[in-house]
């Protein structure tokens, strides 16, 4: 498909440029990052860059981005990302991201990533990125002769290496008209001579009380020509002051199937409601979640009921007190309560807090995890010191951690810290058991770091 779509855009690019005498360089964006650090440790010392893990780096990264084309017609859009000062010197990398062109027919977007169209074709992860195999894409639109209708054609990563199959790729389809959005493609199955395809149909109603939303998809995947479907219809609606239903209706099969889908897409058949309450009395917040939930995917449909949350805060100036209990399914009596529990008290420019979880209420004894802390900002002067205690089959664990921070300028500062806790994941949670160091570690550095 790329020879396609590579000719496609050269013939349209020439015409477009040929018709112009007059070029600009353009709408010039830029940003990077100055960062050196000195840092000292049980290891010895050392200088690195922008890296935060101990590794050298470049001391000076960036990008700018700007705009290149006629003065109209056709556009295209470079980005120029470079590093440097290291001991590998000064490096550039020029890169195309999108090229624009309109004609009195449709309008052209080529992009050098892929674009999201559709859950079931052009799928993401939770992160919000591109699932793997997907890469440049290539958009018409008719404006002017059919509003709402596009094209889409997508490259996949397998599309070059067997060259007896014209294409490789994915073509979709997409029209819009209000209150329905409508997308049919197709596409190759692992470079192989056969294909997926599918329709993916989507529609919101207001029907006053409720806005019901109603998907629906149907295809054939996989080389044996399955048929997958998947229908959902979900709403929303408040009947009274702090309560809302969410109902949600979903039969999904043979959706694990589709290659390139989101990683929200999967099978299912269920009847479930979301209900929540919550309201303010006072000092006093209570919430209370539950799911009502009746699967049929198995020969003998299942009932449960999952306490999403059970929660009360009660905030009394300088103190706010939280307390969550959930239970995944309360019908089950193999499944256990848990609680979340969450005390701060805040004074000025100090806070001091506890927060701790329970696997199951009724062994309080047998926490999780408790986590007590304090911290502090005088001027330019910041410091935190953890307690932390865990539990597991390993047996009890507890460690501890003073981290103090000192900002020279805006852009300079000196932090270190001295303790028994690691923070991996850098969220101020201490609830692993590969948290609990069994020596104290220690780290002092001097950081310079800028934005631009």
């Known amino acids: 498909m790329k020879k396609v779509l590579v000719g496609l855009l050269l013939v349209v690019a020439l015409f477009a440029f040929a018709a112009e005498t007059t070029f600009t360089i353009g709408n010039f964006s830029y940003s990077g990052t100055v960062r050196f650090q000195l840092v000292v440790d049980k290891g010895g010392i050392n200088i690195s860059g922008i890296a935060t893990d101990g590794t050298n780096a470049d001391f000076v990264r960036g990008r700018v981005s700007f705009t290149f ?19 590998k010197g000064m490096t ?3 890169k195309l991201n999108d090229v624009k062109f309109e004609t009195p027919f449709f309008t052209g977007y080529y992009t050098t990533s892929p674009q999201f169209v559709s859950d079931y074709f052009t799928g993401r992860d939770a992160k919000g990125n591109f699932v793997a195999g997907l890469k440049d894409a290539f958009q018409i639109t008719l404006p ?3 509003p709402g209708l596009e094209f889409y054609f ?4 397998d599309d070059t290496t067997n060259d007896a199959i014209y294409f490789e790729d994915m073509l979709l389809v997409k029209y819009t008209v209000k209150p329905f959005t409508l997308i049919g493609g197709f596409y190759n199955i692992a470079n192989k001579d056969k294909y997926e395809y599918g329709a993916h149909a989507n529609a919101e109603f207001d029907l006053g009380i409720i806005k019901p939303n109603v998907t629906v998809f149907a295809g054939m995947v996989d080389e044996d020509g399955k048929t997958a479907y998947d229908l959902i219809v979900k709403g929303s609606m408040t009947p009274v002051k702090g309560l809302t239903i969410a109902p949600e209706f979903k039969m999904g099969e043979n959706l694990d199937k589709l290659d390139y889908k989101s990683s929200n897409i999967e099978n299912g058949k269920y009847v479930k409601a979301t209900i929540t309450y919550t309201d303010t009395f006072g000092p006093v917040t209570p919430t209370l979640k539950i799911t009502p939930n009746y699967d049929f995917s198995g020969a003998q449909g299942t009932f449960s009921l999952k306490l999403d949350e059970a929660k009360v805060v009660l905030k009394v100036d300088p103190v706010t007190l939280t ?3 959930t239970n995944d399914n309360v019908l089950d009596e193999k499944k256990k309560y848990t609680l979340d529990a969450d005390v701060k008290l805040v004074i000025d420019k100090t806070t001091v807090g506890a927060f701790a979880f329970w696997d199951n209420v009724a062994e309080i004894d047998k926490y999780k995890y408790i986590n007590a802390y304090v911290e502090t900002t005088i001027d330019q002067l910041y410091l935190r010191g953890d307690y932390a205690m865990f539990k597991d089959k390993t047996g009890d664990k507890n460690g501890y951690k003073i981290y103090g921070k000192y900002n020279l300028t805006a852009n300079t500062y000196f932090d270190g810290y001295y303790g028994t806790l690691g923070d991996p994941d850098k969220n101020k949670i201490y609830d692993a058991a590969g948290e609990f160091l069994n020596a104290p570690d220690w780290k002092v550095r001097l950081v310079y770091e800028a934005k631009f």
């Open 69 to 87: 084309g006629p003065t109209s017609q056709v556009g295209a859009t470079f980005s120029l990302s470079y590093s440097g000062i290291s001991d």
């Open 92 to 94: 550039f990398d020029l």
């Open 144 to 146: 002017k002769t059919v």
């Open 154 to 157: 997508q490259e996949l990563k």
């Open 323 to 325: 307390a969550k209990v």
